[in-house]
């Protein structure tokens, strides 16, 4: 049974504040990854690490920064958010040498 | 770079008919292929995948898929549609090289009627 958490699981919020994504895994995986998921759409990768330290830019261009001070722990900060920011960000990890991934039940951010 | 298709956004199936989902992936060498499901407002849970060997693999709800490398598909399969099993379906695919990270399609949104 695959053990990731995303906190919160819905969140609204004004313009201009800034917000903290919480992504943590208990399994000891090297790889963690951010997804974000527009209504109805695919997923897009913005974010993902190989490792503590480790952080690279996905496919989809996105004002989020992310951190990976801690194997287990992976948040994604948006400094000032927007209305655009507006999705479903989900969060996954993998083993070293493994695509497999398992998912989070994801953070639903309204901006307002 | 990677990429997948699934042609159809939504399908409608009657309780107890046959199912079957549609992807076309493009890649250059192997493909590592997957098969999620996502309830409403839920994360993505792992139906199958496929590595290497048997082309017809078999994942959990009794959901199978088979590769064709001559058409570059992964269609997913299930015999007998059961209306737990509405919800949205996400093909992927992952190169056995470099990042690894999983390329999502579109998606299916699967009705089941009663």
């Known amino acids: 049974e695959a053990d990731i958490y995303q906190t919160p699981r819905y969140l609204v919020i004004g313009t201009g504040k800034k917000i903290t994504l919480e992504c943590s895994q208990t399994?000891?995986?090297?790889?963690m990854y951010w997804y974000q998921q527009d209504p109805g759409m695919e997923l897009h990768l913005i974010h993902y690490?190989?490792?503590?330290?480790?952080?690279e830019k996905g496919d989809l261009s996105s004002e989020s920064t992310v951190s990976r001070i801690r194997t287990e722990h992976f948040p994604l900060t948006l400094e000032s958010a927007r209305p655009s920011h507006t999705s479903q960000y989900l969060c996954?990890?993998?083993?070293?040498?493994?695509?497999?991934?398992?998912f989070g039940q994801g953070t639903r951010l309204t901006v307002v | 770079a990677q990429s997948v298709t699934q042609p159809d956004i939504h399908i409608t199936v009657s309780e107890g008919a046959s199912l079957e989902l549609r992807c076309n992936y493009s890649?250059?060498?192997?493909?590592?292929l997957f098969w999620y499901v996502q309830s409403p407002g839920q994360g993505l849970q792992l139906l199958l995948k496929?590595?290497?060997?048997?082309?017809l693999v078999q994942g959990i709800k009794g959901f199978e898929a088979e590769f064709k490398r001559s058409q570059s598909s992964f269609n997913l399969r299930k015999p007998s549609v059961h209306w737990s099993d509405a919800a949205e379906y996400f093909c992927?695919?992952?190169?056995?090289?470099?990042?690894?990270?999983?390329?999502f399609g579109s998606g299916t949104r699967l009705q089941v009627q009663p």
């Open positions: 996954a990890s993998s083993e070293r040498g493994n695509t497999e991934a398992f």
């Open positions: 399994m000891g995986h090297d790889k």
């Open positions: 690490s190989y490792g503590v330290n480790s952080t």
């Open positions: 890649y250059g060498a192997t493909p590592y």
């Open positions: 496929y590595f290497s060997g048997d082309t």
């Open positions: 992927a695919v992952a190169g056995d090289t470099g990042r690894r990270a999983l390329t």
